[in-house]
């Protein structure tokens, strides 16, 4: 049997962290036994389905790399095929029509709610042979009455549903359209999904997901139920948690590696190890390993590991996702300095992509403006013949290198009888206009000859101007 996993999103908001790490983990599992991953999108719901939120599931999916091996399919693209196999339930008599209007389903609710009954429809339709005028009728399910439906789940082991506790569910509406769980009880039967995973609040669907398709004579997919993902400080994931968007993690300057990682170790592990490759995860893991407990996010592990990425991914590849970095902030990174000598300038000190490119920008641009604290420390007038003296050294020079240029610096240092941090920087203030960056002779390369000559010139006259 070739093992076949799905990702089944609805397209009615961005693709999240959970839903990410549900295709993730789902996509491991295939990859994990020579299976396929297959991408569906349940647009059934056609008030909520928007173009762009199918747009953000596309591009989510892409930029963490889970490359599906069917797809994507749209669910809105079958309904002839739902059409049918509601007329062969109904033809079978495993589905009927329900002509109960909404109050009176209300009034049933009430009812047993006053009894302290579990709400549930009644059955009261069952035996109708007769349309009712004036009613258009939905079509339900006829739920076995008797025995016990077993979901013997991958996480959680198994879990038993009485079938006289699962109600009689609506698979088609008054219109005609048919319902969530009939959708994916056909979808996964026609493309051969062998094993789902999900979010646990699909359980409760499970057993009745597993009577339809037993009725329509399938074997029911292995199913994988994952916990849910709370927030930091153990409540419900929500937006007040900051970015739960997977290209709001994108934007915040992370790595698809580095989220990968993060997300797979919300809920599975393998002994102690924290860092993973792809490759690893996918010889790694096993759904039998998820832990049956919710995990909590924590925003600073996510960090550690997104700069250990930074730090240790081929510079090249980081340099591909810094290069986006830089057009979000307008900088187009042909006017500078190659992405890859900023990365391996950078990467010691900066713990998202973000702020390497905010922290980059004066590599490609003029800066507006001096940090004032350290303009007032190292730009003073005693620091003019300082900066002189670097200026003329660096306009001698014959090639722009790190060593050249460190040498100038040295003997500048050495000329003025000054200590090195005198030198080095009144200059760095000069070219970055502030106290931080990589080493001075670096920074320099980065920057370049024309670009370091013309802000020692400005900071001359700025420190000129200031003293008149």
């Not at 739902?82 to 209300?106: F, K, M, N, P």
């Amino acid at each position: 049997m070739t093992i076949c996993t799905r990702f089944a999103p609805s397209p009615t908001g961005y693709l999240h962290i959970g839903g990410a790490r549900t295709a993730l983990f789902s996509w491991l599992y295939a990859r994990h036994h020579g299976g396929e991953f297959v991408l569906r999108i349940e647009d059934t719901d056609l008030e909520r389905s928007t173009a762009e939120s199918v747009n953000a599931i596309l591009e989510g999916m892409n930029w963490l790399g889970l490359a599906y091996d069917r797809g994507p399919f749209y669910q809105t693209e079958h309904f002839p095929r739902y059409r049918e196999v509601i007329e062969q339930l109904l033809a079978s008599g495993d589905a009927y029509h329900c002509y109960c209007t909404r109050e009176e389903l209300e009034s049933m609710r009430t009812a047993q709610m006053e009894q302290k009954e579990k709400p549930r429809y009644d059955g009261r339709c069952r035996q109708r042979t007769e349309p009712r005028e004036g009613v258009l009728p939905v079509v339900r399910f006829r739920t076995p009455d008797e025995g016990i439906t077993i979901v013997d789940d991958m996480v959680r082991g198994k879990v038993a549903f009485q079938n006289s506790e699962l109600d009689d569910l609506i698979i088609a509406r008054s219109d005609g359209t048919p319902t969530y769980n009939l959708t994916v009880v056909v979808d996964d039967m026609d493309m051969g999904i062998t094993h789902v995973i999900r979010g646990d609040d699909h359980l409760n669907n499970t057993p009745r997901q597993i009577n339809i398709l037993r009725a329509l004579g399938a074997e029911p997919p292995r199913y994988g139920h994952l916990p849910m993902i709370l927030g930091p400080d153990g409540t419900k994931l929500s937006k007040r948690h900051g970015a739960v968007s997977v290209m709001q993690y994108r934007d915040e300057g992370y790595l698809p590696e580095a989220l990968l990682n993060y997300l797979v170790r919300l809920g599975w592990s393998h002994g102690d190890q924290e860092i993973f490759s792809l490759d690893e995860l996918v010889r790694l893991f096993d759904i039998g390993d998820v832990n049956q407990s919710a995990s909590a996010i924590n925003p600073d592990k996510l960090l550690w590991l997104n700069q250990h990425y930074i730090k240790t991914l081929d510079p090249d590849r980081v340099a591909r996702e810094l290069s986006w970095h830089f057009g979000q902030i307008g900088i187009d990174p042909s006017t500078g300095p190659e992405p890859r000598q900023v990365v391996l300038a950078q990467r010691d000190r900066c713990r998202t992509l973000r702020e390497m490119a905010e922290t980059s920008a004066y590599f490609y641009r003029e800066f507006s403006d001096y940090d004032e604290k350290a303009f007032r420390k190292n730009m003073t007038p005693e620091t003019l013949p300082v900066l002189q003296a670097l200026h003329d050294g660096f306009r001698a020079l014959g090639a722009w290198e790190k060593e050249a240029v460190h040498q100038v610096v040295l003997r500048t240092a050495e000329i003025l009888d000054l200590k090195m941090g005198k030198v080095a920087q009144p200059l760095r203030v000069a070219i970055t206009g502030s106290t931080a960056s990589p080493a001075i002779d670096e920074t320099l390369v980065l920057v370049g000859r024309d670009r370091t000559i013309g802000r020692i010139e400005r900071a001359q006259a700025k420190i000129s101007a200031e003293a008149a």
